[in-house]
Nanobody, 120 residues
Framework: QVQLVESGGGLVQRGGSLRLSCAAS????????MGWFRQGPGTQRDLVAT???????NVADSVKGRVTISRDNEKNTVTLQMNSLKPEDTAVYYC??????????????WGQGTQVTVSS
């Protein structure tokens, strides 16, 4: 089985910073891509940023310049550093990974979600 476990998140004031981390465990042959999505109240789940195993990143325009995504391919971890946070960044943040797993198929996996709240 494969599991994504997130850490980080919490309450921060406008202009503050937060760091989210996610670790994938289980029978994993390859992860591409790995990253973060978010879902605010009454909204759909949207891309924040993803990173490929070769380091190629895809970052949403809404957070570009304010977030840095990185991964450790050996440890199967991904980290999202968020700076200059705004109240509109408030959402549940979900770790995402497309994983070639024990079934020898690529499956989408999601973490349980971690709340990020930015106060004004």
């Amino acid at each position: 089985q494969v599991q994504l476990v997130e850490s980080g998140g919490g309450l921060v004031q406008r202009g503050g910073s937060l760091r989210l981390s996610c670790a994938a465990s289980g029978t994993i042959f390859r992860i591409d891509p790995m990253g973060w999505f978010r879902q605010g109240p009454g909204t759909q789940r949207d891309l924040v940023a993803t990173v490929e195993s070769d380091g190629t990143t895809n970052v949403a325009d809404s957070v570009k310049g304010r977030v840095t995504i990185s991964r450790d391919n050996e440890k199967n971890t991904v980290t999202l550093q968020m700076n200059s946070l705004k109240p509109e960044d408030t959402a549940v943040y979900y770790c995402y990974a497309a994983i070639l797993d024990w079934s020898h198929r690529v499956r989408d996996y999601w973490g349980q979600g971690t709340q990020v709240t930015v106060s004004s």
